[in-house]
């Protein structure tokens, strides 16, 4: 087994799952502005190490998405974040692009960038600890998008940046987002994420990335926030794993979802749907934002120093998922 194989599958195996806590500061900033805490750094660092000093950490959440701000901080006891997050049983790693801009050509789409001067950077993440990074493309549908020109550069950013990485000894989460915002159908959803998708892999083989060594982490075929059709949890099961099982090589070893705006017992239920149906040989887990983070953040709002009960809060929604990544979860065992 590769060592990058055996990473993805550290990271992945036994029903852990990701958590995502690489917000960018701006993002981050609009999280705390909800629940009206001041955006300092040192705010964003106390929620984040409550986080990742919780128990659930080691039996629940096989790796952490960083931020660039996060990785190079320091706890309260002087620790580095990669050195915690290690110690908890857990696997650092950090998000890598430097965010989605309009798309020349297409300026209504966006195209993710960072490439330039990344090789240095990914050194620098490296000897920092991560052993893992991540790269988002975004794509919206509507009549005549995502256009064949966003399609199609970001799925070569994507593979230009997963080379990188894989020559830099990390593995690097493929992330084509297409996005749950707007009216499209779940048919809409499915053809466009399809598509999506196979141009993503044609391109990682152009560029030689050792699929084995890898970690997909797409959206679940679900209709547009604003369409009238909704389809039930069952079907979103169904067509999310046809998609994946037509489109993604069997190489992968595992798909990490991400949860897009669905709620957190939405993004729980819907796994563990996948998972109780899953007839594919890839590990299907989370690596949800989100859905992982949104009632710690509320609770912890309310008392920035209340450690205990934030973590209790966040173990509660890992062990959800973790249950729902081995298709065991069920609605009676939420509080
Ligand atoms: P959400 O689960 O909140 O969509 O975030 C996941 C993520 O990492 C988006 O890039």
């Keep these: 087994m590769s060592e990058l194989n055996n990473i993805a599958l550290k990271i992945l195996n036994n029903g852990k799952g990701i958590l995502a806590a ?9 999280r705390l502005d909800s629940v009206k805490v001041p955006s300092t750094p040192q705010n964003r660092l106390l929620f984040r190490e409550i986080l990742f000093s919780a128990s659930s950490m080691s039996e629940c959440i096989g790796g952490v998405i960083l931020y660039d701000e996060t990785i190079k901080q320091e706890t309260s006891k002087k620790e580095n974040i990669p050195e915690l997050i290690s110690k908890m049983g857990s696997i650092p790693g950090i ?19 960072g490439l330039d001067g990344l ?5 620098e993440y490296h000897k920092l600890g991560a052993k893992f990074t991540k790269w988002r493309g975004v794509y919206s549908i509507s009549k005549n998008y995502p256009s064949k020109l966003c399609v199609h550069s970001n799925a070569h950013a994507l593979a230009r940046y997963s080379a990188l990485v894989q020559e830099c000894e990390m593995v690097p989460i493929v992330e084509p987002e297409v996005l749950m915002d707007g009216e499209h159908s779940a048919k809409d959803c499915y053809e466009k994420t399809s598509e999506v998708i196979k141009k993503c892999f044609e391109e990682l083989i152009l560029h030689k990335v050792d699929l084995k060594g890898i970690i997909l982490k797409p959206n679940m075929i679900i209709t547009g926030n604003k369409s009238k ?16 099982k037509n489109a993604v090589p069997s190489e992968v070893p595992g798909i990490a979802f991400l949860s897009g705006g669905q709620s957190e017992i939405e993004a729980t239920e819907n796994l563990n749907l996948i998972n109780k149906h899953n007839n594919t040989n890839f590990i299907m887990s989370y690596s949800y934002g ?11 709002s309310k008392n920035i ?31």
């Excluded at 973590?311 to 509080?335: C, D, P, Y």
């Design 119 to 123: 090789r240095e950077r990914l050194k």
């Design 290 to 300: 989100r859905a992982l983070q949104q009632s710690a953040l509320k609770y912890w």
């Design 229 to 244: 059709d909704k389809i039930s949890n069952e079907e979103i099961a169904k067509l999310t794993l046809q998609c994946l």
């Design 95 to 113: 998000k890598v692009d430097t965010g989605a801009k309009n798309l020349a050509g297409s300026p209504n789409e966006k195209i993710t960038e």
């Design 22 to 30: 690489d917000e960018s500061t701006g993002t981050m900033t609009k």
């Design 305 to 335: 120093q209340n450690i205990e009960g934030t973590q209790k809060v966040f173990n509660h929604r890992a062990k959800m998922n973790t249950l729902a990544a081995k298709g065991k979860w069920s609605k009676e065992l939420e509080i």
